[in-house]
């Protein structure tokens, strides 16, 4: 599975939006970008998934660029429940397993 | 999204005894499902997939007659810590693959199971 790069700590603003940012840059065809967030002392969380399309749900949106080296993970109004490490996977769909980074660690603050 | 339980949440036990985790898919059924350990400010490390119905899958460097996985049910699978020693005292926590949402399979994890070994 292709790796990721994140930056290792954000801080964001409560009500404002977060972007988290995700380079992939040697993604291959059949590998999907995954997001899950861990709060502290909890069990990750997922978030959202795409291939190439951007993808919105309730909890957040994400923006795939066009060479789909690199994506976006939106929080539309970050909450202070937001604050927690966020994860960018890049996987095949096709039952590989989940490999963990070093993920994000995102700061809301009031 | 779907539901994954683990219990207990949180275990003390002494040294030399076992252990048992369970893990269940509460509305959705998993025939692979995972096995993590997190240690203190570090990320999440895979310790084997366990597939229903067979021998669960280790990985490198995972002791397989220390952490015993059990995978009788397509909602089902335990994790035993035998002979628990204090540097198995870490935060487990369970995966299950569900393939029914769009777009191919999502995996879901439990709340974590909290082992301190005394």
């Known amino acids: 599975d292709a790796k990721t790069t994140q930056p290792p700590s954000m801080d964001c603003a409560e009500g404002r939006a977060a972007n988290l940012p995700c380079n992939h840059s040697?993604?291959?065809?059949?590998?999907?970008v995954y997001w899950y967030r861990q709060i502290h002392s909890q069990g990750p969380q997922y978030i959202i998934h795409?291939?190439?399309n951007n993808e919105t749900n309730e909890m957040a949106s994400l923006i795939i660029t066009e060479d789909r080296k690199s994506s976006t993970l939106i929080l539309p109004h970050a909450t202070l429940r937001d604050t927690a490490v966020y994860y960018c996977?890049?996987?095949?769909?096709?039952?590989?397993?989940?490999?963990f980074g070093e993920g994000t660690q995102l700061t809301v603050n009031p | 999204g779907a539901v994954v339980s683990q219990h207990p949440s949180r275990v003390i036990c002494k040294s030399g005894t076992s252990v048992k985790i369970e893990c269940r898919s509460l509305d959705f059924q998993a025939t692979t499902m995972f096995w993590y350990r997190q240690f203190p400010k570090k990320s999440l490390m895979l310790m084997a997939t366990s597939n229903e119905g067979s021998k669960a899958t280790y990985e490198q460097g995972v002791e397989k007659d220390k952490f015993l996985i059990n995978h009788a049910s397509l909602t089902l699978s335990t994790l035993t810590v035998t002979s628990a020693h204090p540097e198995d005292s870490s935060f487990y926590i369970c995966?299950?693959?569900?393939?029914?949402?769009?777009?191919?399979?999502?995996?879901?994890f439990g709340p974590g199971t909290r082992l301190l070994v005394l």
């Open positions: 040697t993604i291959s065809g059949n590998e999907y």
């Open positions: 995966s299950a693959r569900d393939w029914g949402g769009r777009g191919g399979e999502t995996q879901y």
């Open positions: 996977i890049v996987k095949e769909t096709s039952g590989s397993r989940l490999t």
């Open positions: 795409g291939l190439k």
